[in-house]
């Protein structure tokens, strides 16, 4: 069974920075892609940012050119690199693990928060 350990949350000021973390163990299938979904109070929970194993990443527009999601393969480990945070970013973020065939795992969340 797949396990994944976040870390890096906070609460931060408005433009500031954060570094999320999040190990996978447990892997015994080929990862697919690994990345960031975020769920903030009373709304849905939406993709931030994904990356496969040939480091291929999506972004979803909100956070283009603010956010940056990288890997490291040899540690199954995913990041991601949150500059000029705003408000609007406030969540919880989860990390999300998808291997062969198309299963998806999920972490506990880690609550970034970025006050005005």
């Known amino acids: 069974q797949v396990q994944l350990m976040e870390s890096g949350g906070g609460l931060v000021q408005d433009g500031g920075s954060l570094r999320l973390s999040c190990a996978a163990s447990?892997?015994?299938?080929?990862?697919?892609?690994m990345g960031w979904y975020r769920q903030a109070p009373g709304k849905q929970r939406d993709m931030v940012a994904t990356?496969?194993?040939?480091?291929?990443?999506n972004y979803a527009d909100s956070v283009k050119g603010r956010f940056t999601i990288s890997r490291d393969n040899a540690k199954n480990t995913v990041y991601l690199q949150m500059n000029s945070l705003k408000p609007e970013d406030t969540a919880v973020y989860y990390c999300?693990?998808?291997?062969?065939?198309?299963?998806?795992?999920w972490g506990q969340g880690t609550q970034v928060t970025v006050s005005s």
């Open positions: 999300v693990c998808n291997t062969f065939p198309a299963r998806l795992s």
């Open positions: 447990g892997i015994i299938y080929p990862i697919n892609f």
């Open positions: 990356i496969t194993s040939d480091s291929s990443t």
